[in-house]
């Protein structure tokens, strides 16, 4: 299975794909890396493991549909399957959507359908939530609206500050992100409606 992972940031999840590749835990290779953001660390974890990293300005494309096509067309040139987005900034357009329906992945750190969008961990605390998590869903043409695949919970302690809550629902991420690609690799995901169902047998 061919894997492309799009990032903007530091890529934690991007190398716990990689990792989990590298040892076999998914059943796959990630093929390139690419980044809206030319700073991203993202593209220098890629680069230590040998897969190729792209930087596609959005700056050199009229609008949101312009850089979709651009993107998509790298995609379908390495013939990719999965589509992960590991912390990227840019919400997809209907034509990036649809070129890889049921073929894009995402993973936040809330228990969606609560606080989705940017921050949610922040979200969370200023809510006062006891429990968050993180969620890895399906991308459809909505903000984290997208058919569920896996969702872990995460306690919310008294005395948690952003930081300190988001390293621990990363924890969980990268191991719950690289379980959801390899079901995907199996086959083992389908989706009726707006529901995600695993086959365990």
Known sequence: MRIAVLAS???TNLQAIINAAESGAVDGSVRVVISD???AYAQERARKHGVEALFVSPREHKNREAYDTAVVSLLQE???DLVLLAGFMRLLSPLFVRAYRWKIMNIHPSLLPSFPGLEGVKQ??????KVSGCTVHFVD???DTGPIILQEAVPVYDDDEEKTLHARIHEV???LYPRAVQLFREGK???EGRRCFIDER
């Open 189 to 191: 995901l389908s989706i």
């Open 37 to 39: 953001n030319e700073e």
């Open 141 to 143: 043409e909505g903000l």
């Open 9 to 11: 940031g530091s890529g």
């Open 78 to 80: 390495r013939e990719i």
């Open 173 to 175: 991420e990268h191991r």
């Open 124 to 129: 969370a605390l200023e809510y006062g939530v």
